[in-house]
C-alpha cells in the first residue's frame, strides 16, 4: 500500500503564501494522479485541485483559481500546492490523495495522507 504524507501546514496571515508537499512511496508515483483536498470542521470535504499522470494537466475549483499552484515533481515521488494571496475561508486541514492510473498496480484505489493543518489569522 501506499504511503501519504502531507507536510507544510501551519499559520499564515491573510494574503500570505504558504507551500504544501505531499510525499507518496511504496508505488510509482509517476503512475497516480495526485488531489488536494480541504476540510474545515463541520464542513464537507472540498476538492481544491489536482494533477495528472499525463501531461502534468491540472484542474482547481474556482474558488482557488487564479491563486494555488499544483505541481509534481516524480523524481522526489512528491506533489506539491503552492497557495498565494490566503484567505480566511482557506483554513483547513488539507490532504492529498493519489489514485492509481490505468498502468499502476493499484489502477483507481485511492490512498489518503492524514492532512496537515492550514491556519489563516491576523
Same mark, same amino acid.
Given at each position: 500500500?501506499?504511503?501519504? $504524507? ?11 503564501? %504558504?507551500? %504544501? ?9 509517476? %503512475? ?56 480566511? $475561508? ?33
Amino acid at each position: 500500500q501506499a504511503n501519504v $504524507e502531507e507536510s507544510g501546514g501551519g499559520l499564515v496571515q491573510p494574503g500570505g503564501s %504558504l507551500t %504544501l508537499s505531499c510525499s507518496v512511496s511504496g508505488v510509482t508515483f509517476s %503512475l497516480y494522479d495526485m488531489t488536494w483536498y480541504r476540510q474545515a470542521p463541520g464542513k464537507a470535504r472540498e476538492l481544491i485541485a489536482n494533477i495528472s499522470t499525463s501531461d502534468d494537466g491540472t484542474h482547481y475549483a474556482d474558488s482557488v483559481k487564479g491563486r494555488f499552484t499544483i505541481s509534481r515533481d516524480n523524481a522526489k515521488s512528491t506533489v506539491y500546492l503552492q497557495m498565494n494571496n490566503l484567505k480566511f $475561508e482557506d483554513a483547513a486541514v488539507y490532504y492529498c490523495k493519489a489514485v492509481g492510473g490505468p498502468y499502476s498496480l493499484y489502477h483507481g484505489y485511492e490512498f489518503w495522507g492524514q492532512g496537515t493543518q492550514v491556519t489563516v489569522s491576523s
